[in-house]
T-cell receptor
Framework: KAGVTQTPRYLIKTRGQQVTLSCSPI?????VSWYQQTPGQGLQFLFE???????NKGNFPGRFSGRQFSNSRSEMNVSTLELGDSALYLC?????????????FGEGSRLTVL | AQTVTQSQPEMSVQEAETVTLSCTYD???????LFWYKQPPSRQMILVIR??????QNATENRFSVNFQKAAKSFSLKISDSQLGDAAMYFC????????????FGQGTILTVHP
C-alpha cells in the first residue's frame, strides 16, 4: 500500500506570492491533517479535513487555507507569503473508522520564502 | 488548551545502553491519547508507541516502553538496548478524545546514539 504522498517536495517562492501544496493520503484513509514544522515553533497543527469538511483548525491566519476532495486528496494554500512561512509542511492521514489514533505522515513539502 | 512539554532538547546514549526521554502534558480532558513519534533526519515521521489514557498498563513495543503517570501528567519513553538506527528527533504528542488528526506536539528531543 502506498504511503502518504506530498508534492512538491521542495519549492522556493518570494514574498507576496502564493503556494499550493498537495497531499494524497493512504488509500482508504479519509482524514487528512496538515502541520507546519519550523525550528523555532516546532510542529504546529494547521487543520484537519474529513469527508471534504474541515473538522479542526489551528491558530493560523486566514492566509492559510485548505480543502479536501471527494477522493480524500487534500490541498493547502498559503497566500501573500511571508518570510516566516518558510517551513516543512507535513501532511498526515488516518482512517478514523477503526483507527488506533496513529497518524501516517508524508515526507513533507519544504517551502522556502525569499 | 492542551500543552506538551519536553524538557530535554538533546540526549545521548551509548549503543546497547538504555535512555529515557521525558514528557509532561497538561489537559482538562479525561479521554485522550499520548504518542511518541520518531523523525529520523530527512525522513518521515513514524509512530513509536501509543498510550490510551484510560489504560493503567504501560504500553510496550519491543525495545520501547513508556512510563505513564496519569496523576502527574507524565509520559516518558524508555529505549532499551539502543541502536544506531534509533538516532532521531523524538516528539511526544497528545490527542484528545476522537480528535486523532489534531495532535499537540512537544518541542522534541534530539537523540544521538554513540557506537
Amino acid at each position: 500500500k502506498a504511503g502518504v504522498t506530498q508534492t512538491p517536495r521542495y519549492l522556493i517562492k518570494t514574498r507576496g506570492q502564493q503556494v499550493t501544496l498537495s497531499c494524497s493520503p493512504i488509500s482508504g484513509h479519509r482524514s487528512v491533517s496538515w502541520y507546519q514544522q519550523t525550528p523555532g515553533q516546532g510542529l504546529q497543527f494547521l487543520f484537519e479535513y474529513f469527508s471534504e469538511t474541515q473538522r479542526n483548525k489551528g491558530n493560523f491566519p486566514g492566509r492559510f487555507s485548505g480543502r479536501q476532495f471527494s477522493n480524500s486528496r487534500s490541498e493547502m494554500n498559503v497566500s501573500t507569503l511571508e518570510l516566516g512561512d518558510s517551513a516543512l509542511y507535513l501532511c498526515a492521514s488516518t482512517p478514523l473508522a477503526g483507527s488506533t489514533g496513529e497518524l501516517f505522515f508524508g515526507e513533507g513539502s519544504r517551502l522556502t520564502v525569499l | 488548551a492542551q500543552t506538551v512539554t519536553q524538557s530535554q532538547p538533546e540526549m545521548s546514549v551509548q549503543e546497547a545502553e538504555t535512555v529515557t526521554l521525558s514528557c509532561t502534558y497538561d489537559t482538562s480532558e479525561s479521554d485522550y491519547y499520548l504518542f511518541w513519534y520518531k523523525q529520523p533526519p530527512s525522513r518521515q515521521m513514524i509512530l513509536v508507541i501509543r498510550q490510551e489514557a484510560y489504560k493503567q498498563q504501560n504500553a510496550t513495543e519491543n525495545r520501547f516502553s513508556v512510563n505513564f503517570q496519569k496523576a502527574a501528567k507524565s509520559f516518558s519513553l524508555k529505549i532499551s538496548d539502543s541502536q544506531l538506527g534509533d538516532a532521531a528527533m523524538y516528539f511526544c504528542a497528545y490527542a484528545g478524545g476522537t480528535s486523532y488528526g489534531k495532535l499537540t506536539f512537544g518541542q522534541g528531543t534530539i537523540l544521538t546514539v554513540h557506537p
